[in-house]
C-alpha cells in the first residue's frame, strides 16, 4: 500500500507522515510470549508497557495498516476525562460510586498523557488548557448543572459551572449560556503522540510490525495469528482492535462500531482570531447526546467534529465521507461562530470509533481463557483513556491484581450485541433516539436558529 493510501485519510496523517518510516510487515513465522493486535494508542501502550514490565518477554505488535491509521489517527486530539455518557447515565447504569471510580480513572490516563510527553520529550504538539462542555440550550444546562451537583455530592472536585457571561468571556459565542468548565484537560496531535509511543516501545524491544492484517486467528496452544505473508505463535494475546473487533467472531457481540466526522477550515486570520477571544485554546463539547466536539489547532485551524453518528450495516468501518453530517458541521459553525461565516473548510475526514450497547468502556478476558484481554467501547472519549488502558491490559496480563485492574469496568458483564439484522436496528434505533432527545431540547434553543 503506497503511502498516499492512509495520507489522506486525516490532517494529522497528512502532516504527521512525510517523514516516517514504517516499520516492515511480517514475513515467516515468529514465536512470541505475548501477541498484540492493533497499532493504535491501547495496542502501542500495551505493547510498551509490557515489555517494560517484564524486559525478558518476547512482545509482538501486528498492525493491518499503519500506526496511527484507526480512530487513534482520526480524532481531535482532545484528551478528557469523559467516560462513556454523562454522570447521571453512568450512575443510572453502574450506581453513583462508580462515578467516583471512573472520573478517578479517567483523570489518572489524562495526568498520565502529560507524563509520558515530558518524560520521553515526545513531539506531539502538547497543550494542557483545560475542556469546556457548554450549554446551547437550557435543556443543556439543566444537564449540565445536574452532572456538576452529582458530582460533587460525591466529594469530585475541579469542575465548576460557569454563567453565560463567563464563558463568553472565554470564547465568544451568542449561543453558550454556561459551561462545565474543569481544568483537566489536554490539547495533542494524535498522530504524532501514538508514533511517538510507538518508537519509545521500539526503543525498549517491542517488535512491530506493520501493513500485517490477521487473516486468521485460531485460540489454540499456542495460539496462533495469520497474515498475508506470516504467522506468529504466541502464548497469550491481547486484541486492541477497538471499533475492528468485529472481525473476530469472539468480539463482535462485546461492540459495535459507529462512525463521526470531521472537518477542519483554513487558518483563522489575526482578525478572526480576535474575534472568538479563544485566548484560553480550551478543548470543548457541547451537552448533546450526541455532541459536537471542537478546538483550535496549533496554527490556529478550526476543527469541529461530531454532532451526529452513523452505524452501517454490517459492521462496516471504512465509510470516511458522510455529506450530511459535514453540511450540518458548516450550519452549526456558522451558527456558534458569526465571525467565521464564509471561512474555507480545507480537510474532511471520518472514522470508526468502538461503542457499547450501554455506552461504557470495557476491558476483560474472553470467557474464561485467560489468556485473552481485549479492550472496547471508548465511545469517542480514548485518547488520554486509551494509553492508560495499555497499562491495565498489561498488568492484567502479567496477573497482577492492581489498583488498575480492580476497576469496574475490568471484566464487567457486557450486554451483548446481536447479530444482523438486529444489530443495525439496535444500533440505529439507539442512535435514533439520541437524536430525537437532541431535536427536542434545542426545538426552542440552538436548532431553532439553526434552522432559520
Not at 34 to 54: D, E, R
Not at 332 to 357: E, N, Q, V
Request: net charge neutral; glycine share 10%; with cysteine.
Amino acid at each position: 500500500m503506497a503511502q498516499s493510501d492512509y495520507r489522506a485519510k486525516s490532517y494529522w496523517l497528512e502532516q504527521a507522515s512525510a517523514d516516517y518510516i514504517e516499520s516492515p510487515s511480517l514475513e515467516g513465522m515468529v514465536r512470541a510470549d505475548v501477541l498484540v493486535i492493533g497499532g493504535g494508542f491501547t495496542g502501542i501502550s500495551t505493547a510498551y508497557h509490557l515489555k517494560k514490565a517484564q524486559p525478558g518477554l518476547r512482545i509482538v505488535l501486528l498492525e493491518a495498516d499503519v500506526v496511527g491509521f484507526g480512530a487513534s489517527g482520526r480524532n481531535a486530539g482532545i484528551a478528557t476525562t469523559a467516560f462513556g455518557l454523562t454522570f447521571n447515565f453512568v450512575a443510572l447504569r453502574f450506581g453513583t460510586r462508580m462515578i467516583v471510580e471512573a472520573h478517578r480513572y479517567t483523570s489518572r490516563a489524562v495526568s498520565y498523557v502529560g507524563e509520558l510527553v515530558q518524560a520521553h520529550g515526545l513531539d506531539c504538539d502538547y497543550e494542557y488548557p483545560g475542556l469546556l462542555r457548554v450549554a446551547a440550550t437550557p435543556a443543556h444546562a439543566r444537564r449540565i448543572q445536574q452532572d456538576i451537583a452529582l458530582a460533587h455530592s460525591l466529594g469530585i472536585c475541579g469542575i465548576e459551572w460557569m454563567d453565560a457571561n463567563s464563558v463568553r468571556s472565554l470564547i465568544n459565542s451568542p449561543t453558550y449560556l454556561g459551561a462545565w468548565y474543569e481544568p483537566h484537560g489536554a490539547l495533542i496531535d494524535p498522530v504524532r503522540l501514538v508514533r511517538g509511543l510507538k518508537q519509545i516501545a521500539l526503543d525498549v524491544g517491542v517488535e512491530i510490525y506493520e501493513r500485517s492484517p490477521v487473516t486468521n486467528l485460531e485460540f489454540t496452544r499456542p495460539i496462533r495469528a495469520q497474515t498475508p505473508h506470516g504467522a506468529v505463535e504466541a502464548d497469550k494475546l491481547v486484541l486492541a482492535t477497538n471499533a475492528f473487533s468485529a472481525q473476530f467472531p469472539r468480539l463482535r457481540i462485546r461492540q459495535y462500531p459507529i462512525h463521526s466526522y470531521i472537518m477542519l477550515t483554513e487558518p483563522l486570520n489575526a482578525i478572526q482570531m480576535d474575534s472568538l477571544g479563544w485566548r484560553g485554546r480550551q478543548g470543548v463539547e457541547d451537552a448533546r447526546n450526541l455532541p459536537h466536539y471542537y478546538r483550535l489547532t496549533p496554527d490556529n485551524r478550526l476543527l469541529v467534529g461530531g454532532g451526529d453518528w452513523q452505524y452501517f450495516y454490517g459492521n462496516k468501518t471504512g465509510v470516511e465521507l458522510h455529506v450530511p453530517t459535514y453540511e450540518r458541521l458548516e450550519r452549526f459553525t456558522a451558527t456558534t461562530f458569526p465571525s467565521l461565516r464564509g471561512l474555507r473548510i480545507t480537510h474532511r475526514w471520518g472514522g470508526a470509533l468502538s461503542a457499547t450497547l450501554d455506552m461504557a468502556p470495557a476491558i476483560g478476558h474472553i470467557g474464561a481463557d485467560r489468556r485473552v484481554v481485549y479492550s472496547v467501547g471508548c465511545m469517542g472519549h480514548g485518547v488520554a483513556l486509551s494509553i492508560l488502558n495499555g497499562q491495565t491490559i498489561c498488568d492484567m496480563i502479567t496477573e497482577r491484581r492492581t489498583e488498575l485492574t480492580d476497576a469496574f469496568f475490568v471484566n464487567r458483564v457486557i450486554v451483548p450485541v446481536p447479530p444482523e439484522p438486529l444489530r443495525a436496528s439496535l444500533a440505529n434505533g439507539i442512535l435514533g433516539v439520541m437524536r430525537t432527545q437532541d431535536a427536542f431540547d434545542e426545538r426552542n434553543g440552538l436548532g431553532a436558529v439553526m434552522r432559520e
